[in-house]
């Protein structure tokens, strides 16, 4: 039988990145898209556990400055300072280069 082959809208597989083959490329968009897939499935598994009672609630000693209890996830990340949300970015970014 006749394959489908892969679904491609912008040609991705024909080229090569960084002058690596076209065999590399594939492995390389792979990779990246298992990486990134296990990211997003961490990420939503987060957002459940802070909407459950036991985490979004009241604590003896407050996670970090500007904790407010019973507030929503995104309401969370609001409340978390600047400089908290940077060191979490600069993390992920040190992740994301050990990697590849």
Known sequence: ??????????????TSFWGIGNEATIGYLRHAEIKHGRVAMAG?????????????????????KGYVAGVTPQEQWNNIPLVAKLQI???????????E
């Not at 970015?89 to 990697?99: A, D, I, Q, R, T």
């Open 44 to 64: 939503f598994l987060g957002f459940c556990v802070q909407s459950l009672p036991i985490v979004k609630g009241e604590h003896l000693f407050a996670p970090y």
């Open 89 to 99: 970015l600069v993390f992920v970014g040190m992740l994301e280069s050990y990697g």
């Open 1 to 14: 039988g006749k394959t489908l082959g892969f679904w491609d809208p912008l040609g991705a597989l024909d």
